[in-house]
């Protein structure tokens, strides 16, 4: 079975360009997350989706970040314009059900270098 | 607001020793859920083990086993037998019943040969 899958795997921009990774789930998971991860730290939620829905968005900086996830499968996440400080590694992850408890999948992420 | 404190930012053992990561956590809430990660050089996330906090029995997956002491709020991960694998970056979280995974800042583990 294919785990996550998230591209690119590294993206190099300049300030104030957009971005955008694409993470495609493990097949038949319904419950999708995108997470933030600086540097020597853990991962900090930006996004959760159960199928198409976006169920939790309240730490997502919406003047800058947006994403979709419009078939409840694969979803991208965005960024416009980007700033120096959006270097991180974003990670995407994925559930089988819709319950706290259930397993997350991480994929490998993609990290962020903005110059 | 929850939060998740991993008190060792690195800690290393010797091959085939035991070694226990320590993580405290602040919550009011009476029901959720407790996580360790393993984070490996390769950087894919993994879960080692899960604690229901309305378990008292402490959750064991072969070589991992936890401590879970909900008064205290305290949930450590013990390895025995480390192996080199088990090198990586290990990170705490904290799932309430309803709401979002707190991830503490992670220990880096180094298992020497």
């Known amino acids: 079975e294919a785990g996550v899958v998230q591209s690119p795997r590294y993206k190099i921009i300049e300030k104030k360009q957009p971005v955008a990774f694409w993470c495609n789930p493990i097949s038949g998971h319904n419950t999708l997350y995108w997470y933030l991860q600086n540097l020597g730290q853990g991962p900090e939620l930006l996004i959760r989706y159960e199928n198409e829905e976006a169920v939790d968005d309240s730490q997502l900086p919406k003047d800058r970040f947006s994403a979709e996830r419009l078939k409840g499968v694969d979803s991208t996440l965005k960024i416009q314009p980007a700033e120096l400080g959006d270097s991180a590694v974003y990670l995407c992850?994925?559930?089988?059900?819709?319950?706290?408890?259930?397993?997350?999948?991480f994929g490998p992420g993609t990290r962020l270098l903005v110059l | 607001a929850q939060t998740v404190t991993q008190s060792q930012p690195e800690m290393s053992v010797q091959e085939a020793e035991t070694v226990t990561l320590s993580c405290t956590y602040d919550t009011s809430e009476n029901n959720y859920y407790l996580f360790w990660y393993k984070q490996p050089p390769s950087r894919q996330m993994i879960l080692v083990i899960r604690q229901e906090a309305y378990k008292q029995q402490n959750a064991t997956e072969n070589r991992f086993s936890v401590n879970f002491q909900k008064a205290a709020k305290s949930f450590s991960l013990k390895i025995s037998d480390s192996q080199l694998g088990d090198t990586a970056m290990y990170f705490c979280?904290?799932?309430?019943?309803?709401?979002?995974?707190?991830f503490g800042d992670g220990t880096t583990l180094t298992v020497k040969p």
């Open positions: 979280a904290f799932t309430p019943n309803a709401g979002k995974s707190t």
């Open positions: 992850a994925s559930s089988s059900g819709t319950s706290l408890l259930e397993t997350q999948y």
